[in-house]
């Protein structure tokens, strides 16, 4: 359990730097997305209640939230793999709960205006924007939110040595560690014995 969480909290290594295009899209239409729903009731509280959706005076609004707060955060990369993991669970619900309705032709919601209004063909139509944002937060909770993010600048941050202590960086090999600290011991003794025989010549001139 503490591994899957330290995974959840810690960006992947691996994911390359044009991630950065992937959080700013997904979050920016997941930040409007829940803008909308405060704005247009037939987009928040009205839209969940034709879905019969439960307490959809509550949903509808915390769903907002989750689009508002976790739209910026994927953006910005902050919690990206735990706000995506979120947004995977919203998707698969909007999916399901708009989709299959259309494919047989029951949606409470209105048809699309032209044609394909139902069916095969209109599902694949109209649930592209659904598709599309699911991958994104599919990638990016296996990924991570890539070196440009604040999830990977509060990582380096926490990674950065204190003040007055020496570190030897990682990519070392095991036989270079070892000379590097032979080589500072060596360092170390020589200094005290510099400062051991300037203090005898000190006692005898006394």
């Given at each position: 359990?503490?591994?899957?969480?330290?995974?959840?909290?810690t960006?992947?290594d691996?994911?390359?730097?044009?991630?950065?295009?992937?959080?700013?899209?997904?979050?920016?239409v997941?930040f409007w997305?829940?803008?909308?729903?405060?704005?247009?009731?037939?987009?928040?509280?009205?839209?969940?209640?034709?879905?019969?959706?439960?307490?959809?005076g509550?949903?509808?609004p915390?769903?907002?939230?989750?689009?508002?707060?976790?739209?910026?955060?994927?953006?910005t990369?902050?919690?990206?793999?735990?706000?995506?993991?979120?947004?995977?669970?919203?998707?698969?619900?909007?999916?399901?709960?708009?989709k299959?309705?259309?494919?047989?032709?029951?949606?409470?919601?209105?048809?699309?205006?032209?044609?394909p209004?139902?069916?095969?063909?209109?599902?694949m139509?109209?649930?592209?924007?659904?598709?599309?944002?699911?991958?994104?937060?599919?990638?990016?909770?296996?990924?991570?939110?890539?070196?440009?993010s604040?999830?990977?600048?509060?990582r380096?941050?926490?990674?950065?040595?204190s003040?007055?202590?020496t570190?030897l960086?990682?990519t070392?090999?095991?036989?270079?560690?070892?000379?590097?600290?032979?080589?500072?011991?060596?360092?170390t003794?020589a200094?005290?014995?510099?400062?051991e025989?300037t203090?005898?010549?000190?006692?005898?001139?006394?």
């Amino acid at each position: 359990m503490k591994t899957l969480i330290r995974w959840m909290l810690t960006p992947g290594d691996d994911a390359p730097t044009a991630t950065l295009w992937i959080r700013l899209m997904a979050g920016w239409v997941f930040f409007w997305e829940g803008v909308i729903k405060f704005i247009f009731v037939n987009q928040g509280v009205g839209r969940f209640t034709k879905l019969g959706m439960p307490f959809p005076g509550t949903l509808a609004p915390a769903i907002a939230v989750l689009e508002i707060v976790g739209g910026l955060a994927l953006a910005t990369g902050l919690l990206t793999r735990p706000f995506a993991l979120l947004f995977i669970g919203e998707m698969i619900v909007a999916i399901l709960s708009t989709k299959i309705s259309l494919y047989l032709g029951t949606s409470p919601l209105p048809l699309p205006p032209a044609p394909p209004q139902i069916g095969f063909w209109a599902v694949m139509h109209e649930w592209r924007s659904d598709i599309a944002q699911l991958a994104c937060s599919v990638f990016l909770m296996l990924e991570g939110p890539g070196p440009w993010s604040l999830d990977a600048w509060f990582r380096s941050s926490a990674a950065e040595p204190s003040v007055g202590t020496t570190r030897l960086p990682e990519t070392r090999a095991p036989s270079e560690r070892r000379l590097a600290e032979r080589t500072d011991a060596g360092a170390t003794r020589a200094r005290c014995g510099a400062v051991e025989g300037t203090g005898a010549r000190s006692s005898r001139a006394s």
